[in-house]
């Protein structure tokens, strides 16, 4: 009875992660965005391109599959892109 609690233990186990791993191919990020784990802090954006995080150490370990900005690049809330800092407000 226990090895077979075990082998469906296993089972849902590989299931959940295959289910997780499909997951992230469902996210199709634009041009100059990668998929990644959502920070604890917000991403920098044209109107506050410093992160002023103050609650880092509250963060959990669950990564949620979001867009982020490549590189340098931050976010331009009007138009929802990722550019260059010298390019916000244009």
């Known amino acids: 009875m226990q090895s077979f609690l075990l082998a469906v233990l296993f089972v849902l186990g590989v299931i959940v992660n295959l289910t997780w791993a499909e997951g992230l191919n469902l996210i199709k990020c634009p041009e100059n965005e990668f998929r990644g784990c959502k920070p604890c ?25 979001i867009c982020r900005c490549d590189g340098e690049l931050i976010r331009d809330t009007a138009t ?10 244009k």
Do not use: G, M
């Open 41 to 65: 802090c917000t991403e920098p954006t044209c109107k506050q391109p410093q992160s002023n995080c103050l609650l880092a150490f509250l963060c959990t370990r669950d990564c949620n599959i």
């Open 80 to 89: 929802n892109k990722c550019v260059k800092q010298s390019e916000c407000f």
